[in-house]
């Protein structure tokens, strides 16, 4: 995956991802930065910034870009050990800015891990890397599951499988979140798939103001992640 800008490529060092490549031009500036490259990098390349510009997806690049390997992630690595671990499912969430956002709010509360359904957006590709902000190199993330096998998975380690619906039967602060938990959050549009409705433990709803019937859903999973925050704490 892709990583530019000198905040993000220093959160990319800083989680100890392998950077197999890194392009710095003279506008970094960051010389602590460059030295950093120099000495992780497998490959370090010096260019202008007429050339980093033409490599780069930022409209004001900062002289700075990585190719970085993803981690390799099993199944166990999404629970961390935790005791109640609390794993984000990502049902088709096709925009890469709201999967990257998605992820950063997983981080901030607290979950173990984050899954990211086939046919959604790719959490390693430069966008939803960029949203993140920098949670993609620290979040334990797997991404290609279908519904069948995130039904599979939670079955597996014991996880409540709790569905963020509309049409759910109890309000969010009304589901008991406190045990193993993993949390099926979906896109505006299309939802959460109808098998993981069917299969859910809990499906619960953010009370919203009409004439309002949805939210982003990366707002929507800050709603629902720290409302499981509050009842763990």
């Known amino acids: 995956m892709i990583a530019e800008g000198v905040r993000l490529v220093s959160e990319a060092v800083a989680a100890g991802m392998r950077v197999i490549e890194a392009a710095v031009s003279p506008r970094c500036s960051d010389a602590k930065l460059r030295a950093l490259l120099q000495d992780k990098a497998e490959a370090f390349v010096e260019c202008s910034d007429d050339v980093l510009e033409r490599l780069s997806a930022l409209e004001t690049p900062q002289g700075v870009a990585v190719l970085l390997a993803r981690?390799?992630?099993?199944?166990?690595?999404?629970?961390?050990?935790?005791?109640?671990?609390?794993?984000?499912?990502?049902?088709?969430?096709?925009?890469?800015?709201?999967l990257g956002s998605l992820l950063r709010t997983a981080e901030a509360a607290g979950a173990t891990g984050c899954v990211t359904l086939r046919g959604g957006a790719d959490?390693?590709?430069?966008?939803?890397?960029?949203?993140?902000?920098?949670?993609?190199?620290?979040l334990p993330v797997l991404h290609g599951m279908d519904a069948a096998d995130v039904v599979a998975f939670a079955r597996r380690q014991r996880l409540q499988l709790v569905v963020a619906?509309?049409?759910?039967?109890?309000?969010?602060?009304?589901?008991?979140?406190?045990?193993?938990?993993?949390?099926?959050?979906?896109?505006?549009?299309?939802?959460?798939?109808?098998?993981?409705l069917a299969a859910a433990d809990a499906r619960v709803r953010i009370p919203l103001c009409a004439p309002v019937d949805s939210l982003n859903v990366a707002v929507a999973a800050g709603v629902l992640l720290f409302e499981v925050r509050r009842q763990r704490v």
Request: glycine share 14%; proline share 7%.
């Open 71 to 98: 981690r390799e992630t099993a199944e166990v690595d999404l629970l961390r050990g935790d005791l109640a671990p609390l794993v984000v499912i990502a049902a088709g969430v096709r925009d890469p800015g709201n």
């Open 123 to 138: 959490p390693f590709r430069d966008k939803a890397v960029r949203g993140s902000m920098g949670s993609v190199f620290r």
């Open 165 to 196: 619906d509309g049409g759910g039967e109890r309000l969010h602060t009304q589901a008991d979140l406190r045990k193993p938990l993993a949390l099926v959050v979906g896109a505006e549009a299309a939802g959460v798939p109808k098998e993981l």
